[in-house]
């Protein structure tokens, strides 16, 4: 269920950084490719497309995060297979809009996108290092606590 509702919320976002990015872009001649709307006939339809599209690599970048809740998983396992499913997400929709060309754009994308993951991941192992870390110090003090007070209520011995 936690999945359903993040891709939900993965394709609204997906929809409107979407759009946002068509907007700045000056959309729709900068973003919206001639491919794409030759392919739907018309403006409408290609905006419609896009948008669509758009919220579904929203929506499967966002259910993928459920990967890190699998706890018995290692993190570069679950970071490897997200970056495969988004990849596997991206590029056919983007060789559908018209986003890429050509087999270059696209090794370029996956360099630029592997460095990215590389970087993500490394923060990630430098989160989880400090979380244990800060887990160990408080079960150690928590243990010591403990100690203390068996220690304190044993009295004296006879």
């Known amino acids: 269920m936690k999945t359903l509702k993040r891709a939900c919320l ?9 759009n946002v990015i068509s907007a700045l872009s ?3 001649d900068g973003f919206m ?11 409408a339809p290609a905006v419609l497309v896009q948008t669509l599209l758009s919220g579904v690599l929203g929506a499967v970048s966002f ?7 699998i706890e018995s998983w290692p993190l570069l396992r679950i970071a490897l297979v997200h970056y495969v499913i988004i990849e596997a997400a991206y590029y056919p929709i983007a060789f559908a809009l018209g986003w890429m060309h050509a087999a270059m754009e696209a090794l370029i994308w996956l360099l630029i996108s592997a460095v ?5 991941y490394l923060i990630m192992c430098l989160i989880y290092r400090r979380q244990v870390k800060e887990l160990n110090a408080l079960n150690e ?3 010591r606590k403990k100690t203390r007070q068996t220690g304190e ?6």
């Not at 709307?37 to 403006?43: E, Q, R, S």
Request: positive net charge; aromatic residues 14%; charged residues 15%.
């Open 153 to 158: 209520n044993a009295g004296p011995a006879r």
């Open 26 to 28: 000056g959309w729709p």
């Open 141 to 143: 003090a928590r243990k």
């Open 10 to 18: 993965g394709f609204f976002i997906g929809v409107f950084v979407g």
């Open 116 to 120: 990215i993951y590389l970087i993500i």
């Open 63 to 69: 259910a993928g995060v459920s990967l890190y809740d």
């Open 33 to 43: 490719s001639e491919k794409l709307l030759a392919m739907t006939g018309g403006l």
